[in-house]
């Protein structure tokens, strides 16, 4: 659809002046205010702000839908922090009911891949005390000496930001360590709110907002780009998310260095904070068209599909998202431990290019920096089952 043809549809919604006029602004290419921000998540429908998000998100990247062929390894999820929401960590003090790869199981893990077409690996895990800086520059060589091609993305600024302490390195120097080591990446995680009064009560002994954010801005000065997360959907309030929003935006402006931002929609199974009922698809939803319309100087908005389950994934499509992660054919339990539809998150590409297909979008797979690997638009349904 035209900028114009959402505009005749757009004033003829049953809204308020004011939603039509942020409406307006976006359409115009204008930034929004966080009080316009706001005002989307507060008052503004859901079909209303999609059709906002889908506009800007075809006008960015037509139909293409991105995805990438990747593997993860959770080095242990003991973990000296004790995050409410966490339902995957287990306290150092009870080490024993975690568990934590040697650097030879890493490794074996590496090679299990060898000679199948993947660009990726996810290291993340929770922070435990003994598995040092050292210890994952080690890794992070003999994956490289191992396989040089293979794209690491790899720790949470709250992983990176204990390991530099226990160092007793500064951020600049313990990301140029690990960066010479062979970490190209790094991942979203770890953000959640960056707002102090709901860190406090979420996860109040980890980094803080400005700790995460000033870890991110080490890593661009480098010239590695990173992805940004946002836990969102349990205690926090819509201010909250904006807030979140904002900080990320006004970094990029500084630094230009994020690829995706990712929302995280909270689930609620076994952790400290089951009793915080989870949002609804359509909340969830507005969340991701929110995003894709507030933070314009993002490239890409990615849906984890291991955390939303398929079938919610692929309506984000309609509303923001043009990435949806990766095949993931590996057992990822952060999520499968907190109540996620997706017990055990694999999908093989037929089954993920399929999924975007019927979205009506065009299946693209591409490396960690968004270069394009192969279009998949035009496969028939016979050669996709051929697809390793
Ligand atoms: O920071 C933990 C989240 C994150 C729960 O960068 C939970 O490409 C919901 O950041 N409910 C880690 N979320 C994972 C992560 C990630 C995942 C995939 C891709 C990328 C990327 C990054 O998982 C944590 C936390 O926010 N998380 N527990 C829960 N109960
Ligand atoms: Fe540890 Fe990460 Fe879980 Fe927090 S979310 S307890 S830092 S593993």
Redesign the pocket.
């Known amino acids: 659809m035209d900028s114009e043809a959402v505009a005749t549809i757009m004033q003829g919604s049953q809204v308020s002046t004011e939603l039509k006029e942020t409406g307006e602004k976006i359409l115009s290419g204008a930034r929004i205010s966080p009080a316009e921000g706001l005002l989307l998540l507060e008052k503004a429908p859901l079909a209303f702000v999609g059709m906002l998000a889908n506009h800007i998100r075809e006008q960015r990247h037509g139909h293409r839908t991105y995805f990438n062929r990747n593997f993860h390894i959770e080095p242990t999820n003991v973990c000296v922090f004790s ?1 409410k ?4 960590s287990r306290l150092y003090a009870h080490k024993e009911e975690g568990w934590e790869l040697s650097i030879d199981q890493m490794m074996d893990k590496v090679k299990a891949y060898d000679g199948k077409p993947i660009t990726e690996v ?1 290291i ?1 895990g929770g922070v435990h005390p003994k598995m040092d800086i050292h210890y994952f520059a080690e890794l992070l060589r003999k994956i490289k000496a191992h396989r040089p091609d293979l794209h690491i ?1 790899g720790f ?1 600024a ?1 992983e990176l930001d204990y390991m530099f302490r226990k160092a007793k390195m500064t951020r600049a120097e313990g990301m140029a360590y690990l960066h010479a080591a062979g970490l190209d990446s ?7 709110i960056f707002a102090a009064d709901i860190r406090e009560q979420i996860c109040a002994d980890k980094v803080d907002g400005a700790g995460w954010l000033d870890i991110h801005a080490n890593a661009h000065a480098l010239g590695m780009h ?6 969102f959907g349990h205690i926090e309030q819509y201010h909250h998310r904006i807030d979140h929003m904002e900080q990320l935006r006004q970094m990029q402006d500084r630094t230009r260095g994020f690829n ?1 931002f ?1 929302p ?6 076994d ?1 400290e ?1 089951s009793h915080v009922p989870e949002s609804s698809v359509i909340e969830d939803l507005k969340m991701y068209a929110v995003a894709r319309v507030y933070l314009d100087n993002f490239p890409h908005i ?1 849906a ?1 599909w ?2 939303l389950g398929r079938q919610n994934a692929q309506l984000t499509l309609s509303f923001g998202v043009n990435d949806i ?1 990766g095949t993931i054919d590996d057992s990822t339990k ?2 499968s ?4 539809e997706e017990q055990n998150p694999a999908m093989t590409t037929a089954e993920l290019v399929a999924l975007i297909k019927q979205a009506g979008r065009e299946p693209i797979e591409r490396d960690t920096l968004y270069n394009e690997i192969r279009n998949y638009t035009d496969l028939e349904p016979d050669q996709l089952k051929e697809l390793r």
């Open positions: 995050c929401f966490c339902s995957y996810h993340v993305k949470t709250v790094l991942p979203g995680g770890g953000a959640e990173s992805n940004a997360t946002m836990l995706t990712i995280l929609k909270f689930r609620n199974f952790n904070m990615k984890y291991p955390m992660d952060i999520y431990m907190a109540g996620s």
